[in-house]
């Protein structure tokens, strides 16, 4: 890994989110931050977190978006990344993203994927791939796949993630956000899959089915079969989402322009468009789509759905320092 230094001696690491294709939500172990089921991601290109490092102050700091954080979220995460790294060194975090953070578009999985990057740059440390996965997990748990490129898994109750398949494997492959509601969510991942946890009677049977669609979406990505892909995407995350409405009290991230959205892509496959969607811990609809229906997809989103605002990404790069090129595996 090389060195990056940005003015002012900062080590600038960038990352972008992981949009899981399986879901992971629950987890096996809350300290260990480890997920109780096997999810399944793709890293996106486009999009992004920025996060610049320096070392050498007293108490660690993070700075997102000019608003300095509240550390204790941070607290286990340095804790763990100094104890396995090996280092006594302090640091203070600077990060921006150019999409709308905490919305349900995996903004913690880019945030902390580029923080743990950026930190092992700036203390001077060369760890792998893996064992900085393994920090990012204790961070965010999508965020262990967000430091690989391309396609991702990470096993249940894994310590960090592995790269299936990089970001050229699928050149056709699309996925277009459509962002309904840019403001912060109420319910982070967080507090809504513990939820879920505690308290929904459907959330055994999701662990329990959770194997099966990873290893048929695992099947679809090897066989690039968009068909297969797509359907087992709508599974897990309408599976998921029957946790969140099953728990106590409910949990309902969707807001009109969501529904509206997932009938429109029933709508386009009816018609021969490729458009699977899927949702995350917010009311933002994602759509797997192949480069020659992209275009269609978008258009019919802007004419009925003018307030919506769309963004095309696709499989990118993994975390990677602002001085190299997309690297990540
Ligand atoms: C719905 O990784 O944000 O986006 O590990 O508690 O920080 P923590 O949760 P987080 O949860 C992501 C949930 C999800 C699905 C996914 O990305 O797999």
């Known amino acids: 890994m090389g060195t990056s230094y940005t003015e002012g001696g900062a080590h600038e690491a960038v990352a972008s989110p992981s949009l899981a294709i399986v879901k992971y939500w629950g987890k096996q172990d809350s300290r260990q931050n480890t997920p109780a089921t096997p999810s399944l991601g793709i890293t996106l290109s486009g999009i992004e977190t920025r996060t610049a490092v320096t070392r050498g102050r007293e108490r660690d700091a993070v700075v997102v978006d000019d608003t300095p954080q509240e550390l204790s979220r941070y607290v286990p995460f340095f804790t763990y990344l100094r ?13 921006r993203s150019n999409f709308p953070a905490a919305a349900g578009l995996a903004s913690s999985s880019s945030g902390f994927a580029a923080l743990a990057l950026g930190c092992a740059a700036a203390a ?9 996965s393994e920090v990012a997990r204790i961070g965010s748990a999508s965020a262990a796949r967000a430091l690989f490129g391309g396609f991702t ?13 990089d ?4 050149p056709e492959l699309r996925i277009v956000i459509a962002v309904t509601q840019p403001e912060t969510k109420e319910t ?6 513990e939820r879920a946890r505690l308290t929904s009677p459907y959330y ?9 669609l990873f290893t048929t979406a695992t099947e ?37 322009e969501s529904v509206s959205l997932i009938r429109l892509c029933e709508e386009l496959r009816r018609e021969g468009v490729t458009a699977w969607e899927t949702m995350d811990a917010g009311p933002q609809v994602k759509m797997l789509t192949l480069d020659n229906d992209v275009e269609h997809l978008v ?24 001085s190299e090129a997309g690297a990540g595996g």
């Open 220 to 256: 679809a990505l090897e066989e690039r079969d968009i068909e297969k892909l797509g359907t087992v995407a709508r599974m897990s995350y309408l599976r998921m989402f029957a946790t969140m409405f099953s728990s106590t009290p409910p949990l309902i991230y969707w807001q009109p």
């Open 124 to 132: 001077e440390l060369e760890p792998s791939r893996e064992q900085l």
């Open 153 to 165: 898994a990470l096993e249940a109750g894994a310590a960090h993630a592995v790269q299936l398949r």
């Open 188 to 193: 982070s991942s967080r507090d809504g899959m």
């Open 299 to 322: 258009s019919e989103i802007e004419e009925r759905m003018p307030q919506v605002k769309t963004i095309v990404t696709r499989p990118g790069a993994g975390a990677h320092l602002a």
């Open 83 to 95: 104890e396995r790294l090996c280092t006594e060194a302090r640091f203070h975090a600077e990060s």
């Open 167 to 170: 970001e050229h494997f699928w």
């Open 204 to 212: 055994r049977a999701w662990v329990n089915d959770s194997r099966l």
